[in-house]
């Protein structure tokens, strides 16, 4: 450190020494980072390379000498990559469509590629057994096939693109919104061809979106546990479900570890690619008013295409939805389709703890990881202390990190003192808190960012203290950003599996865990009327939510929560 | 109440410089008094922002003093200031209406609700904000959200207004009448103020005293007039409005001002400012306007000859560039073309100007 750097550091501590409220928050912070985020992380490599006490590689030896195992490996690489691209694909296609082709129907496209990312991640593989598989209707009921080989490769690529191409979806939309179209205009003033204004102009300025959003679908693609489980099959292993079930069938708790290192190394190495180099590279804010288009870059030609490859993909995620919902309804699926309510009764009874749990569990930490996030992005944006970049690395870690490895690092963590925590609600509670708390970072700083600081110095100028300030200013300004924040965070807590499948007890269950155990032990119109109250249960949420942000702040409560 | 800077600087620490740190004001001593309404002006990042906020607290200066009617306020921290601020950006708080921004500082202040409700209708009133009342920021024009700014900043009866650039988010001609206004509430509530900008039309129009910055560093303090007419160094000098800088030698002092060689020709000039010696070189500025042109005679012995080479007629008067052989182009503004006539590109001119006009500079351009 330079005498300088020394002396910044010293005037960070000084400002501490003389805030011990922000001081207090700041130590109390990082250690609740440290103990529930880096340290059951810990505990998964370190179990990995010292099985029984001593250092050694002998683990990932037996991995990568076991064909079986690195074929998992090859196989989740493989399909996080696919879905990355082909992911992206459709969801630039949607964006594409949206914002720049006119074509008709615009918020009805929107409204699909929305859909899945409230829904549980697996719906789509619950959908494709009901279509395709043994009993399938497609597959069965239409064309009379058995045996069509859904599971494996083809079954799960289906899936998780229809899983996964709205995230991406939701990012290029943003960006191509923010590319301001006079850019195409100005370019076939100049006599640009459509398609080379396109490829010149559009795709470049969309490059950086691209690039980061196919990271972000590769490292979810990696960490996704419920789609394989229900469609992997054994002729096509899967990392992430194989670490599952060296753990719950093998209890093989080092192999299990190493193999979740193994998903771990790709996922963060992704991740920190996408944060520090492609975020980077952005030509253009997210945020910039989308100025009126003139639309001029697709032909008719071209609109007719896109819209018609848009309406196929509509009309699949529609198919899914609707077998879901007529799943829930037949008495057996494939063999009786008289509509009955006996899988939703069975819900509401064996199946209600289930339901009540996951409320519990989602309706506890949902606001805590919101506030923590509130917390942290305010920390990280508008004060400056020690730790200050460590403490955002540290909380924006758990987006890298597959939920199963953290569940693996949750039970090594907490099964033993100082912290016994398993079996409790705690675990699964405060899993949730800080599993989801990049959520609510993102939202925090994202209006933070958009919040000009001298708004509050303006505050403090006209004699306001920091507690009033925050109180009075900060405070009202990011409830709205803090409400949005909680509904993504609640949606994912309510269909959380990965991690949370290995800290599920006989006492807290929740529905994710119970449809996945539905579905293996074939009862699909029970998992079909689970995943519909789920379903139900989010959009209520979502309402709710955004009813009581606009009847409370109006119209600049109401467009803070859009989607 | 009056407000004094005693060699005040403020170090950035600034790791993407070579040298780790930025001087962003550099030993400024600045005294405004009482209802005085002084403005800093100077070139975009020459430290004037950062005074601001080291007078609203902000900013702690690195060294120096900063006081507030006598009183030391180093250690005070903005909200215990009797200073307000009004943001370049309004910074209105965007989840209140224009009544509850306006009153907010009166209510933080722990004044009953009905002192604050009569206040803040007064106020909005004087500021023709009143049909404005229940409106959120987001539905104002931006002279609208600068007059909530203003209003804001009064109400609470500071000692001390203080602006930075309060008008640049406007259009020129919004602009023109804001300035009008904030002079008129100034006056009327006879408020001290600071007001920051960078544009010197601005400054002249009103101020009653200019603060010319450059680099952190003070170069000027003086009325309008002092400022554009006697200013102390060539950079004041060229930062407000166009001059004419001619080179002389030789110079010589007497009761008139300051006798000089410029190429061959004794000239003088009417006043001086600067560290000029006896016998050494100087710089005569002339503004454009203070240069007299005629036809060329050929007899008469006038300073400087030269050629139109450009002539622009913007109606009320016509701006020329004539060429000199000087290294620069010799600039001039003559004044109702219609009575005077005017010349034409190509047309010999001989230059000449008033002594009263000609104001002597030390030959560096910043001390
Ligand atoms: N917080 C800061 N950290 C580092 N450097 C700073 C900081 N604030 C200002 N500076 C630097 O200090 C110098 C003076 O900045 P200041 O904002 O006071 O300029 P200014 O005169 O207000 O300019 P402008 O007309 O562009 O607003 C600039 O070089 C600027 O880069
Ligand atoms: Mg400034």
């Known amino acids: ?563 | 109440m009056s407000v004094r800077l005693d060699k005040v600087s403020k170090v950035f620490l600034d790791p993407s410089r070579p040298e780790g740190s930025v001087t962003a004001v550099d030993r400024v001593d600045l005294e405004v008094r009482e209802g005085e309404f002084v403005t800093l002006l100077g070139p975009s990042g020459c430290g004037k922002t950062t005074t601001l906020r080291i007078i609203s607290g902000f900013e702690a200066p690195t060294r120096g003093d900063v006081f507030i009617s006598g009183e030391r306020v180093n250690d005070q921290p903005p909200n215990k200031r009797d200073t307000s601020m009004v943001f370049q950006s309004y910074a209105i708080f965007p989840h209140m209406s224009v009544e509850q921004n306006v009153g907010f500082g009166l209510e933080l202040k722990g004044r009953p609700k009905a002192e604050v409700r009569e206040e803040t209708a007064r106020i909005m009133n004087v500021m023709g904000l009143t049909a404005l009342a229940k409106r959120r920021p987001d539905q104002l024009s931006g002279g609208q959200q600068q007059r909530v700014a203003l209003a804001r900043a009064v109400i609470n009866k500071p000692s001390v207004l203080l602006f930075d650039e309060p008008l640049s988010n406007l259009d020129a001609k919004l602009r023109d009448q804001m300035r009008l206004e904030i002079r008129r509430i100034q006056q009327s509530f006879g408020i001290t103020s600071i007001y920051v900008t960078h544009d010197q039309i601005e400054a002249m129009t009103v101020s009653d005293r200019i603060v010319v910055m450059e680099g952190g560093r003070v170069m000027q303090i003086g009325t309008p007039f002092e400022v554009y007419s006697r200013p102390a160094n060539r950079f004041v000098a060229d930062f407000i409005g166009r001059v004419n800088f001619f080179p002389v030698t030789d110079a010589s002092f007497s009761e008139e001002g300051l006798d000089a060689d410029y190429r061959g020709v004794r000239i003088r000039a009417g006043s001086r400012n600067g560290d000029i010696r006896e016998g050494g070189a100087a710089v005569v500025a002339v503004r454009p306007e203070s240069l007299r042109l005629e036809p060329e005679s050929g007899s008469a012995a006038r300073f400087l000859r030269g050629r139109i080479d450009k002539a622009v007629y913007l109606g009320a008067v016509v701006e020329y560039e004539i060429d000199a052989g000087l290294d620069r182009p010799v600039m001039a503004v003559s004044h109702d073309p219609v009575v005077a006539g005017f010349f034409r590109v190509g047309d010999g001119v001989s230059l000449s100007f008033p002594p009263a006009a000609a104001h002597a500079l030390a030959p560096e351009a910043v001390p």
């Open chain 1, 1 to 563: 450190m330079t005498d300088r750097a020394i002396g910044a550091s010293l005037g960070e501590i000084r400002r501490l020494v003389r805030d011990p409220l922000l001081a207090f928050v700041v130590a109390a912070v990082l250690a609740a980072l440290a103990v529930f985020i880096l340290y059951p992380l810990a505990s998964v490599i370190i179990v990995s390379l010292r099985p029984d006490g001593r250092w050694t590689l002998e683990i990932f030896r037996h991995v990568v000498s076991n064909p079986y195992l690195l074929q998992g490996f090859r196989n989740s690489i493989l399909m996080g990559v696919l879905t990355a691209v082909i992911g992206t694909g459709i969801g630039f296609l949607f964006a594409f469509a949206v914002t720049r082709a006119d074509v008709p129907f615009k918020r009805i496209l929107h409204a699909v590629a929305i859909i899945p990312i409230v829904s549980p991640p697996f719906i789509g593989a619950l959908a494709i057994i009901m279509l395709f598989g043994n009993n399938g209707f497609i597959t069965w009921n239409l064309l009379r096939i058995r045996n069509f080989p859904i599971y494996g490769f083809t079954g799960l690529m289906i899936a998780q693109a229809v899983t996964f191409f709205p995230v991406a979806y939701l990012t290029l939309r943003g960006v191509l919104e923010s590319i301001n179209p006079t850019l195409e205009d100005a370019a076939l003033d100049l006599g640009g061809s459509r398609f080379r204004v396109f490829r010149r102009v559009t795709l470049p300025l969309a490059m950086p979106g691209i690039a980061s959003s196919m990271l972000v679908l590769f490292i979810e693609t990696l960490a996704d546990f419920g789609n394989p489980l229900i469609l992997a099959g054994s002729r096509f292993p899967i990392l992430s479900v194989q670490a599952y079930l060296q753990i719950t069938g093998m209890y093989d708790l080092p192999t299990g570890a190493a193999l979740s290192v193994l998903l771990l190394v790709p996922s963060v190495t992704a991740w920190v690619i996408q944060k520090y180099w492609v975020s980077r590279k952005r030509y253009v804010t997210i945020t910039g008013k989308p100025t009126i288009s003139s639309v001029k870059i697709v032909s008719p030609a071209v609109r007719s295409l896109i819209f018609a490859a848009c309406l196929a993909v509509t009309a699949f995620i529609l198919l899914i939805y609707a077998s879901i919902l007529w799943g829930a309804l037949a008495k057996v699926w494939g063999s009786d389709n008289t509509p009955t309510l006996r899988h939703f009764l069975y819900v509401f009874g064996v199946g209600f703890k289930a339901v009540r749990d996951t409320l519990t569990i989602a309706g506890l930490s949902t606001p805590a990881s919101g506030l923590l996030g509130m917390v942290i992005a305010f920390l990280v944006i508008r004060k400056s202390f020690p730790g200050r970049k460590f403490m955002e690395f540290t909380s924006m870690l758990s987006f890298a990190v597959p939920g199963t490895v953290i569940g693996i690092g949750y039970i090594l963590a907490f099964n033993k003192p100082p912290l016994v925590l398993t079996g409790t609600l705690l675990i699964l509670l405060l899993n949730f808190v800080f599993r989801y708390v990049p959520v609510g970072i993102e939202s925090g700083v994202a209006i933070l960012q958009q919040i000009d600081p001298a708004i509050e110095e303006a505050a403090v100028d006209l004699g306001a203290d920091a507690r009033t300030t925050f109180s009075r200013v900060t405070l009202p300004m990011i409830v709205p950003a803090y409400f949005s924040g909680l509904v993504f965070a609640f949606v994912r807590a309510m269909t959380a599996i990965s991690a949370a499948i290995f800290l599920v007890s006989s006492r807290w269950n929740l529905m994710t865990v119970q449809i996945m155990a539905q579905v293996e032990s074939g009862r699909l119109g029970a998992a079909a009327a689970f995943s519909v109250i789920l379903v139900l249960i989010i959009f209520g949420a979502i309402f709710l939510i955004r009813a009581l942000l606009k009847a409370r702040y109006g119209r600049y409560g109401g467009s803070m929560l859009k989607f």
